[in-house]
């Protein structure tokens, strides 16, 4: 009975006794991790002060605004885009390496894939958006000043349309590697069959009120000459 009481009391403080290493454990680990993530937070806001100073040094945002682009990205500027990837890259970095301090391989492997899809994925995939945003924005500028094109407004609205729908196309690969485009590909396909039949149709029905009068004068003037030579 004594041996029995005894064992019961050894595996009593055995288990508290491993209890309060896990415990101890546990806090460390967390201890590490919210320094680790301070540390990488204050990193971060010190390199995207630096990269927005640099931006602000060469004047880029001040460019933009002058080529009037700077509604391209709908309300984004290229500084901020910028600067929330930076930061969500400093963090996962911050992530991975507290993570490899605290022996966690389920935040190792998440790190590891979340910089391998920023760097191969989300970068690529928001400058091509960028790049075909803005280039969208500055051809339907150009087309809407122009005087001597008619209908400018329309053309303007379908190539900015276009141009966009093909860079989305592009980037959507990028930034969902596992998203299909067909579905996307096909409804544009759709659209611009619709958009062609219309305008077809719009143009023949336009066309023949245009002509309209001018076959009837010139029904008349037969008639009249038919007259005479009878």
Not at 58 to 80: R, V
Not at 137 to 145: G, L, M, Q, S, V
């Amino acid at each position: 009975m004594v041996e029995t009481v005894e064992l019961l009391t050894q595996r009593v403080i055995g288990g508290l006794g491993d209890a309060a290493v896990n415990f101890v454990v546990g806090a460390a680990t967390l201890i590490v991790t919210i320094v680790v993530l301070g540390i990488g937070y204050v990193i971060g806001n010190l390199i995207v002060k630096v990269w927005e100073h640099f931006l602000k040094t060469i004047k880029l945002e001040e460019e933009i605004k002058k080529q009037n682009l700077h509604n391209a990205l709908l309300g984004m500027t290229i500084t901020s885009v910028s600067s929330a990837i930076i930061k969500i890259s400093v963090m996962v970095l911050a992530l991975g390496v507290a993570a490899n301090i605290a022996q966690i391989p389920f935040l190792m492997e998440f790190s590891k894939a979340a910089l391998t899809y920023i760097s191969l994925g989300l970068v690529p995939g928001a400058v091509v958006l960028i790049i075909t945003m803005m280039a969208a924005e500055f051809i339907t500028n150009k087309i809407k000043a122009a005087k001597d094109v008619p209908f400018a407004n329309l053309i303007g609205v379908v190539v900015e349309v276009f141009i966009v729908y093909n860079g989305v196309v592009i980037a959507i690969p990028q930034l969902l590697p596992s998203a299909d485009v067909s579905l996307l590909k096909s409804t544009f396909n759709l659209a611009v069959t619709a958009l062609v039949i219309a305008l077809g149709l719009g143009g023949a029905i336009a066309l023949g009120w245009g002509l309209k009068d001018a076959v009837g004068e010139i029904a008349d003037r037969k008639m009249k000459d038919f007259e005479k030579l009878v």
